[in-house]
């Protein structure tokens, strides 16, 4: 094969340096946007309507799913172009097992993210095979595969005709609007942005970022690199299970169609808009693509030649993610 | 099924599964020329595909340009407009910051782009037929059964295959395409233009890619996601080994013909999923594809 010998160090391109060191202009910026975010979640029930809680849901949703692609793709340093597969596990099973059996739905949104982790625990063992664009590839085509059984397994998907769920409840509340679920969507997202800032300055996380810069270094250190990597799958897959979850908690229908392609290059585009590699980026991008997507929604006819402009403006002058900006000397 | 329906339905199935092969051969051909000289997955292939079968429609039947015209300003118009997306975002974004997966974030941004392109100008909306100059009338082999149209689809492709492998390995061009894959410095210690090679291959593979669409635009029913054949042509590409391009059309031949035969003996709802199977598969057991030589050792 003719190919140079790039490491995954060159593909990613990934910052060195770890965040903790920043210059004070930096933290200044990023605590006054932590503090404006923090207002914002908490006042927000009580100043807006049902579609804005809708649109407040669904960003915490991708924030989930960003984190856990920042795992594999961002800690860990291996592509997984399948991230909406992992999704749809999770929102299906959490959705059925609600409609079936009428469990509490943390035990729901808990099943939905083993199923999926268990799939992309599955998944790592390919990542020990192969690597870059190979990688890509086979993760993009478990993707596609799986798209595939969401819409052709009829008695349990519902097919192309989507699926219903029940609402979701807790504690012998049911959540039947936007707003009911509001909290619990936003408590359940912060245990997750919580976990994952724990996994970045653990053990884990540094062995993760070993594998990312160099496998033979990592290895030469004492890093079981084939667990690590498998490990940062299952679990960037236990994320957006969980993440599909959580989806059911506020939404009642699902349709294979937002379970394709284009809804892991959006998660993709969170992540390395936000600025590949960093915990607090990949809030951000989640953020930031989120709102962007949903805004080109009002404008159906040039949604998706302005979502190619961006990326492509973006690649071209802001590669390194919005936060680039902040605090730039 | 009794041996001579098999025999037919066998038949059958290879000399469909060629013509629609010739056609993912080609664009595995655009797909692996791209990556072996500029390291770039181009994710937009499909939909460079799918535009420049809508320009051909656009200027045949809505300019009303003569076939002879319409055709060739449709490769050029993709060849200037690939390669300048080259030039200027793909050169940019190595520039700013040199890594695959933001190359491979713009390509993908290409394709938003000219899919939301045909969809504004408002052709997408409905499925549309493109009109065909082949007369009607079919050819019969052994017992499988070819039209006109199905036998110019082969013969061009072939012959565009034919001139391809001419000019990549006898012509000076050609050789500095493949010194450019082989590596890149060194090529460059030799006095190749990086810049222009590169910016030649996209437009080659977009020529490539426009060709392809106007082959086999009159067999199909357009619509703005027919660039998902795409997937088919990198389950083809991934076959033959995603850098050698006699594997790229060999694999684009396997994929038609396996194809054809499953839509024939199995089911036509598992076509879909075929090729998702066949990537994974191979990437799993062959990683290095039929084509695709031995594995390097990387160092730290």
């Known amino acids: ?329 | 099924m009794e041996l001579e329906v098999l025999s037919l339905f066998l038949q059958q199935g290879i000399a469909s599964g060629l013509v629609t092969g010739s056609i993912y051969a080609l664009l595995a051909l655009a797909i692996v020329i791209v990556f072996r000289t500029t390291d770039v997955a181009n994710f937009a292939e499909g939909e460079v595909y799918m535009a420049s079968a809508y320009l051909a429609f656009f200027l045949i039947a809505i300019v009303s340009m003569p076939f002879w015209i319409a055709v060739p300003a449709t490769v050029f118009a993709v060849l200037i407009g690939a390669s300048l997306f080259q030039r200027v975002v793909l050169t940019q974004v190595a520039a700013a910051k040199g890594v695959s997966v933001n190359l491979v974030i713009a390509t993908l941004g290409l394709s938003y782009v000219l899919k939301g392109i045909v969809r504004a100008t408002g052709f997408g909306d409905t499925p549309r037929s493109f009109p065909s100059v082949m007369g009607e009338g079919s050819v019969t082999l052994g017992s499988a059964s070819l039209t006109y149209l199905d036998l110019t689809i082969l013969g061009a492709a072939l012959a565009i295959m034919a001139v391809f492998f001419w000019m990549f390995n006898y012509t000076k061009i050609g050789r500095a395409m493949r010194a450019v894959g082989m590596n890149r410095r060194a090529s460059q210690l030799v006095g190749i233009n990086l810049g222009h090679v590169q910016m030649l291959v996209w437009g080659l593979s977009g020529a490539i890619s426009a060709v392809a669409a106007i082959l086999i635009a009159p067999k199909l029913l357009m619509t703005a996601d027919m660039g998902v054949v795409v997937t088919l042509a990198f389950a083809a590409a991934i076959i033959g080994g995603f850098t050698s391009l006699p594997g790229a059309v060999v694999g684009g031949f396997i994929i038609g013909i396996t194809e054809n035969l499953v839509g024939l003996f199995v089911s036509s709802r598992a076509i879909n999923v075929a090729p998702f199977v066949v990537i994974m598969l191979v990437l799993i057991f062959m990683p290095q594809g039929l084509f695709g030589g031995k594995v390097r050792v990387r160092k730290v």
């Open chain 1, 1 to 329: 094969m003719i190919m140079n010998p790039i490491t995954n160090r060159q593909v990613l391109d990934l910052p060195i340096r770890e965040s903790g060191a920043k210059n004070r202009n930096r933290i200044i910026s990023g605590g006054a946007l932590v503090v404006a975010l923090a207002v914002l979640t908490v006042v927000l029930p009580f100043v807006t309507s049902g579609y804005v809680i809708y649109i407040a849901n669904l960003l915490l949703v991708f924030t989930v799913l960003s984190l856990g692609m920042h795992i594999v793709i961002g800690e860990a340093g291996q592509f997984s172009l399948s991230h909406a597969a992992f999704y749809g596990l999770g929102i299906y099973t959490a959705g059925l097992l609600n409609n079936a059996f009428g469990l509490p739905l943390i035990l729901n949104i808990i099943a939905g993210g083993l199923v999926a982790g268990l799939c992309g625990l599955a998944i790592g063992f390919l990542s020990l095979r192969m690597r870059d664009i190979y990688l890509a590839l086979s993760t993009f085509a478990f993707g596609e595969a799986m798209q595939w059984i969401f819409l052709n397994w009829t008695p349990v998907t519902g097919g192309p005709n989507g699926l219903n769920f029940q609402p979701a409840h807790l504690f012998g509340f049911t959540f039947l609007s936007d707003k009911a679920a509001y909290p619990v969507v936003l408590i359940l997202a912060l245990v997750f942005v919580a976990a994952t800032f724990v996994i970045h300055f653990s053990t884990l996380g540094r062995s993760f970022r070993a594998v990312r810069e160099s496998e033979i270094a990592a290895a030469a250190v004492g890093i079981d690199v084939k667990r690590v990597k498998i490990f940062a799958f299952a679990l960037s897959a236990f994320y957006a299970g969980a993440a599909g979850g959580l989806f059911t908690t506020f939404s009642t229908f699902i349709h294979p169609e937002s379970l394709g392609f284009h809804t892991t290059i959006l998660v993709l585009t969170m992540v390395v808009v936000g600025g590949i590699g960093s915990v607090s980026g990949a809030i951000g991008g989640a953020i930031v693509f989120g709102l962007i997507s949903e805004l080109l929604r009002q404008v159906p006819s040039y949604q998706e030649v302005i979502y190619g402009g961006i990326l492509i403006l973006f690649m071209m002058y802001l590669p390194r993610g919005i936060f680039s900006l902040i605090g730039r000397r």
